[in-house]
């Protein structure tokens, strides 16, 4: 493999959450601090791009070899909202591996776009993953099929402004020092678990793509797939949606469950037999992350397979070093998998029974009409 | 430990290692958690729910200190992750994977 970015841009299959932007004779017409009056305008080419992106819910960040002040500045002449800013004399790499901490998602989800040669090679070395593009190839990335999600969804739309949300409610938390909990309640936290309708298809089939951390699956889900879910008799697919005092996320994740044989949610308690509710999928979107969702999504998922009259939950999960977070909330709700028992194609079947005392939803979960 | 010469002194060492394991998660947790009063809990406190209140984002952030200070990689280990029962288990989980230098 070669670390000379400069052959050809090497475009992959994932879809880009992420376009990390150089400043210099990048996003501006020239170099920031080598103009003693008035800094050079935005390229107008590329302030188009991230416009354009930016509509389609790919978020934006800097890494700059700049003073802080450089950013401002790039956000007023472009009018783009920046989701990270790394700006200081470090390496390039560095600062995208934190700006990827900072946002939660995995390097394969980040293009990087650089004037300079050597900054490019140096990123194409150290994060083999990363797309690496010159602003010649940024220019046309709007036209390639991994800047372009096939739907565009309201949350996606947000996106930039719900990042910005993100910033100020972990400082908020950073700052309480109290139990989560009590960070949630004070946060004005509400959650809302409802049946799927028809038109949130293209928002779980977003999800099914995009979340990998809280993720079961491990596989991304059509809408056709999806559509036939929701008109199965024998599957149940469950929203939860997400809003506090600093912003309204949207629906952020999901719950697919389906009945193994002849148990209905209609059964009267008195005909409860043996069998288990299998989940083949829940995910989570990585902004619901820390704030309790995946908890309670878990939790309403016990306590609704347990009403179907089910005396056990299964949730097939696939075991990689990117979901660790969705096996700890697995763990955390009290499901277990035979020791060695990840299976070739590298799930194991998590469970546990619904028998006796169920966990209670916190107070600022809403259900809402699951049949 | 059973297997260890006669005439060494295996379980000083191990005990101290393993006090200086739950010293520093003591640490992380709270520093994970962003709460200063967990440094105070006793050892077996469970960590999920309502014990120590560690949820998918503060456990992740949690195994990716310990995998950096201790080289081990508790997710990759401990399919169930029953290892993060308590401080107590973590700690014990952690000295019988490292540390194999002072041997």
């Known amino acids: 493999m070669t670390t000379d970015a400069d052959v050809a841009p090497q475009p992959g299959n994932a879809v880009i959450k992420c376009v990390v932007w150089d400043i210099d004779n990048t996003l501006l017409d020239g170099v920031y601090l080598e103009w003693a009056g008035e800094p050079p305008p935005a390229d107008p080419v590329l302030a188009g791009v991230l416009r354009e992106l930016g509509d389609r819910g790919i978020l934006q960040a800097l890494a700059s070899r700049n003073p802080f002040e450089a950013a401002e500045y790039v956000r007023a002449v472009t009018g783009a909202e920046f989701a990270s800013v790394e700006c200081g004399w470090g390496s390039k790499a560095e600062a995208i591996s934190r700006i990827a901490a900072d946002l939660d998602i995995p390097a394969d989800t980040i293009a990087f776009v650089d004037d300079d040669m050597v900054e490019r090679a140096e990123v194409a070395a150290e994060l083999p993953d990363v797309l690496v593009l010159t602003p010649e190839d940024a220019a046309e990335a709007a036209d390639w099929p991994q800047f372009s999600p096939a739907v565009i969804t309201a949350e996606a739309r947000r996106r930039g402004e719900l990042y910005a949300e993100r910033r100020r409610r972990q400082a908020a938390a950073s700052a309480f020092g109290g139990s989560r909990d009590d960070f949630l309640r004070q946060a004005g936290t509400r959650i809302t678990i409802s049946p799927a309708q028809l038109g949130d298809v293209p928002r779980l089939h977003e999800l099914s793509v995009r979340t990998h951390q809280l993720n079961s699956g491990g596989q991304p889900m059509t809408e056709a797939e999806l559509s036939g879910l929701l008109e199965s008799p024998d599957h149940e697919v469950a929203t939860l949606r997400m809003a506090d005092d600093f912003g309204d996320d949207g629906l952020v994740g999901a719950a697919i469950l389906a009945r193994n044989g002849a148990v209905r949610a209609a059964a009267p308690p008195a005909t409860k037999t043996l069998a288990s509710i299998t989940v083949p999928l829940i995910m989570m979107s990585c902004r619901a992350l820390g704030r309790g969702a995946l908890d309670a999504l878990l939790t309403w998922t016990c306590r609704a397979a347990a009403a179907a009259g089910a005396s056990e939950l299964a949730v097939p999960c696939l075991v990689t070093d990117r979901n660790v977070p969705m096996r700890l909330a697995l763990a955390a709700a009290g499901l277990r998998a035979a020791p060695g028992s990840v299976a070739a194609d590298g799930r194991a079947v998590f469970a546990r029974s619904l028998v006796g005392d169920l966990p209670e939803l916190p107070g600022w979960v809403t259900v809402e009409g699951t049949r | ?103």
């Open chain 2, 1 to 103: 430990m059973t297997d260890d010469p006669v005439g060494s002194d295996p379980m000083t060492t191990d005990v101290g290692r393993l006090a200086a394991v739950e010293a520093k998660l003591r640490q992380l947790l709270a520093e994970v958690t962003g709460r200063p009063d967990l440094r105070k809990i006793p050892v077996d406190t469970p960590l999920f729910g309502g014990g120590a209140g560690l949820d998918s984002l503060s456990g992740t952030l949690l195994l990716r200190q310990v995998q950096r200070l201790f080289g081990v990689d508790v997710a990759a280990e401990d399919l169930n992750l029953d290892s993060l029962e308590s401080l107590s288990t973590l700690a014990a989980f952690i000295s019988a994977r490292s540390g194999s230098d002072s041997r």
